[in-house]
């Protein structure tokens, strides 16, 4: 297990497994927040470094949240509020290690948002449907009727549900629980 030394800090964690299996190409995938590049064992040296730097760059623009401040997510609510939510905009909103058994929360009196930073790996579209369902609490605090039409305005809204039943299994395994 080795982290690259070849991205820059505000980077994800990369790394290297070398494969005996693997004969021509490497892969690159992602587990949790880090990205791992497996490769062949017969590429070395500055080949192989080119090889893992190239592939963790590109695994990387797929998951442009993994450091963005609250700065950017408050900028990306205001346009995703202006898109499908009426204009709903928050007060606040921020990236949350306490949120750990929801993906986010929203407190309408105030208009404070939080985000897990659990998401911080998910697809953009999938972290978007998350802030569009509360910025939509902020005109609506409950899951009536009302509420799910403006939620549904998003148009990835289901596959993102999906997404997410999967991810959530997934870091439970990662965390080891049953
Ligand atoms: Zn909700």
Do not use: N
């Amino acid at each position: 297990m080795s982290t690259s030394p070849l991205l820059p800090s505000a980077a994800p964690a990369v790394e290297v497994r070398v494969s005996a299996r693997r004969k021509k190409t490497a892969g690159a995938h992602w587990e949790g927040d880090r990205i791992v590049v497996v490769v062949p064992a017969h590429l070395r040296g500055a080949e192989r470094d080119r090889m893992v730097d190239d592939l963790s760059r590109r695994l990387a623009r797929h998951r442009p949240h993994l450091h963005a401040s609250d700065d950017a997510l408050l900028e990306r609510a205001r346009a995703l509020g202006r898109a499908y939510v009426d204009g709903a905009a928050p007060t606040s909103i921020r990236w949350s290690r306490a949120q750990t058994a929801r993906w986010g929360s929203c407190t309408p009196s105030t208009g404070e948002i939080r985000i897990s930073e659990r998401l911080r790996a998910v697809p953009a579209w999938v972290l978007d449907a998350v802030i569009v369902h509360e910025l939509a609490h902020l005109l609506v605090p409950d899951h009536s009727p009302r509420f799910r039409e403006l939620e549904a305005r998003y148009p990835r809204r289901k596959d993102a549900d999906h997404f997410l039943e999967g991810y959530h299994l997934g870091l439970r395994t990662a965390a080891g629980t049953p």
